[in-house]
């Protein structure tokens, strides 16, 4: 598939598919809990085809599971049945121990496990493109640093982290090198914490290391989005549109609306009902007054792709998807036949 092209498409047409980054809620679709969830590729698979068959979505996307990779570079983890996987502790704290990180296989932890299920999935999912998820650098490096020193280094110990950034960003190369040939037709890189960066400490720190990997995977039919879900993410425009991704993803805190003023209008621009107060903890009538104010505001932008503002949680709600996806489809539908 010509990701550029289905983007291109995309952005002319008038009538816009939602894409949220909804993988962990097939849970409940496969009754089973987080844990029995990440250990099976297989089940993998399998609940990214059930989200698939249950919604009109633009594309299918796995599990974005931001543990993952700091799994594999020895880092522990908690799992629970009913939420997304964390990262324990840290690994790293001096500049010896960055020296000496050994850049893993990939493979290593559950990464194979993971490649294997885009592998099924792709099989399984032939209608719309299949999407891979992985962390970003600076987000990987602070959870080998722990998330608060590691902002802190950046300012005392700035050599340290680059060392850390250039081991996390080669194995992020190889990890999506490989998501890409097991079929994948893109990724989503999620780099949260960088949203919490000043401008400057951004470009050097994370959007750097995240144009790296995005040189050396992103192909016409391969397509890399970036995800940034932090509040200052309008000050850093012009250092994350440098990345060259194929599409920007942003989270609910931003004004969306002035974030689409800020791109081009080539560039594909998605985002941003709230995944906590709206799809785990809202309704369907108020998941359908926000869709509808944010599709009111921003769907005159021809590169708008309505989604949600990171990913959904997996205990959310399915009648507040399924309100989700319903009004979206209503609005477009409206739309396209003159309605108000």
Known sequence: MNMTRWFEDIRKSPAKKAMPILSFPSIQLLGIGVKELISDSDLLARGMKAV?????????????????????????????????PTVIGHILSTAEQADALAVPAVGAG????????ISKAHALITDRPVFAGVIGPFSLAGRLLDVTEAMMYCYDAPEMVHTVLDKVT??????????????????VIAEPLAGLLSPALNEEFSAHYVKRIVDAVQTDDFAVVYHNCGGGTPKMVEAISAIGARAYHFGNA??????????????VVMGNVDPSSQFRNGTPESIREV?????????????????????????????????FFATVAEFYRDHEFGNP
């Not at 194979?112 to 299920?117: C, M, P, R």
């Not at 080669?170 to 990724?187: D, E, L, P």
């Open 254 to 267: 931003i004004d969306m609306a002035e974030m689409l003023s800020l791109f081009p209008p080539d560039i």
């Open 291 to 323: 869709t509808l104010d944010l599709l009111g505001r921003c769907h005159r932008h021809p590169n708008f792709v309505i989604s949600s503002g990171c990913d959904i949680p997996p205990k959310s709600s399915w009648a507040n998807i399924d309100a």
């Open 170 to 187: 080669q194995f992020s190369t190889a990890y999506i090198n490989a998501y890409k040939a097991a079929g994948a037709n893109g990724v």
């Open 52 to 84: 698939a068959d249950r919604v009109d979505a633009a594309a299918s996307l796995s599990m974005m599971d931001l543990s993952v990779e700091a799994h594999a570079f020895g880092s522990e983890i908690r799992i629970f049945d009913d939420e997304i």
């Open 110 to 117: 559950r990464t194979g496990l993971y490649i294997e299920a």
